[in-house]
């Protein structure tokens, strides 16, 4: 009885040790907000087809999750994911970030059409909001007043009423709002910077060498070109143009 208790006990001291196994490393898990067409929840859209073309020629299959931003991050801090999709550069203070960005997002302003047109100089005197997680304040400069707000389904109506001034998002999520609006013509959408999207990794050794991988297959993928044709396809600008065309370099 006492071994059989003993062979008990010694399993489940060692189950802990199981579960903290990494992920095989022909894989990279991947959590992400689902983007129409960026990271469909089927694993379709630009975003994911730009990451299988990074990672997919090095042997390494795409493991996506699909949840919302601010539990992607959670996943990624908890070792249940490599890395979150979408995150601005330097977002969350111990991830590990890449140098190259994989895609960038047009920031716009979404207001009703008798709201004055706003710049990055005057955006700070206005009431603004966006969704929650997503931390505009630390890109747009002097912010003053702004809410987050869980979920995009009551924006329009909020500009109608005159709770807030501007709708602050990407401009692909500006436009998903704006189709239920029952009159478009009301509404004005406003371009105010571009930023660009990296993935935010663990900052753990095996995030580490993935974010190397990608930093060397996107060098790769942008010298030859070879990405031109998903953004064309998905109808997007090309994000390796300009001022977004190099990566990150630290100071």
Known sequence: MRSWILKVLIGCLLLPAAWAEPFPANEI????????????????????????????????????????????????QRGEADAWVGSYRNEVKDAWYPRWHYDADQVSALSLKSTPVPTLATLGQYRLAWIRGYDYQDYL????????????????????????????????????????????????????????????????????????VFDRRMSALVASGELKPLFKRWKQPYSFDKELEKPHVAP
């Open 29 to 76: 898990h991947l959590a992400s907000e689902v983007w129409p067409e960026h990271t469909e929840a089927n694993g379709t859209g630009l975003g994911w087809d730009i990451l299988r073309r990074v990672y997919e020629p090095e042997g390494i299959q795409l493991k996506i999750r699909s949840m919302p931003y601010t539990r992607s991050i959670g996943l990624v």
């Open 141 to 212: 400069p002097n912010l003053k007043h702004f809410k987050e707000i869980q979920r995009r389904s009551g924006i329009l109506s909020m500009l109608e009423q005159g709770h807030v001034d501007f709708y602050i998002d990407a401009r692909t999520e500006v436009d998903d709002v704006l189709e239920s609006a029952t009159d478009r013509g009301r509404f004005r959408i406003t371009p105010l910077v571009r930023l660009p999207l990296y993935l935010g990794f663990g900052n753990t050794a095996r995030g580490r060498h993935l974010a190397d």
